[in-house]
Every structure is written in structure tokens, then in C-alpha cells.
């Protein structure tokens, strides 16, 4: 399975981004999706998952950014609104082992190359 996500990019404070993950994979609508992001000098985090059950997000980005997925294209979105300096990051989407995967990183099985995510002051 590849992963290759898309969408990043230079943006001012307040402003907007979507980012695209689409999946090589097969039944890709019954796995977990999710994405994380590392900051320079920062462990990766997780930022927002879709699975069976439900959305989660970590509580910075919630109120602000909405994944989503469309499972006919194979592909999960991620939609940030309002951004904030402190959101710059290289984006990763994940796709999970299993349809249960959320806010823990090793519940998921393919990565992608991630996304450069930069928010100007």
C-alpha cells in the first residue's frame, strides 16, 4: 500500500489548507485513516483519525480542522481552517491496521511521504 499525500504549502495565519491522502490500497473503506505531523525539533502527534466509529482530533486543531474520506476514490481529506503559526508541520497520513486505529501511532500500518504545512506569522 502507498500513501501519497498532497496539498501543503506556505499560508498566512487565519488562512486555509486542504490536505489529500490518496490510498494505492484494496478495501481501503475498511481501514482506520489518520493523520500526525512533526514540527522541526518536535515528536510526531497525532492530529486528526477516522475509523469506524467516529472522528477524533487532538485538542488544538479541534474546531478548526475536519478530516474526512471518500471511500470510492480512496481518499481521506484533511480541511484547516484558521490556521496558526504553531501549525507548521510536516504532515503524514496514515493508514491504520485495522478499522479501530485513532490517536496511536503504532496502530498504523502505512505512512506517507508527508506534506509541508508552513503558517506565517
Known amino acids: 500500500v502507498q500513501l501519497q499525500a498532497s496539498g501543503g504549502g506556505l499560508v498566512q495565519a487565519g488562512g486555509s489548507l486542504k490536505l489529500v491522502c490518496v490510498s494505492s490500497g484494496r478495501a481501503f473503506r475498511n481501514y482506520a485513516m489518520g493523520w500526525f505531523r512533526q514540527a522541526p525539533g518536535k515528536e510526531r502527534e497525532f492530529v486528526a483519525a477516522?475509523?469506524?466509529?467516529?472522528?477524533f482530533y487532538t485538542d488544538p486543531v479541534q474546531g478548526r480542522f475536519t478530516i474526512s474520506r471518500d471511500n470510492a476514490k480512496n481518499t481521506v481529506y484533511l480541511q484547516m481552517n484558521s490556521l496558526k503559526p504553531e501549525d507548521t508541520a510536516v504532515y503524514y497520513c496514515?493508514?491504520?491496521?485495522?478499522?479501530?486505529?485513532?490517536?496511536?501511532?503504532?496502530?498504523?500500518?502505512?505512512w506517507g511521504q508527508g506534506t509541508q504545512v508552513t503558517v506565517s506569522s
Open positions: 477516522v475509523n469506524w466509529s467516529g472522528k
Open positions: 496514515a493508514q491504520g491496521a485495522s478499522s479501530y486505529s485513532t490517536r496511536d501511532a503504532r496502530s498504523y500500518k502505512y
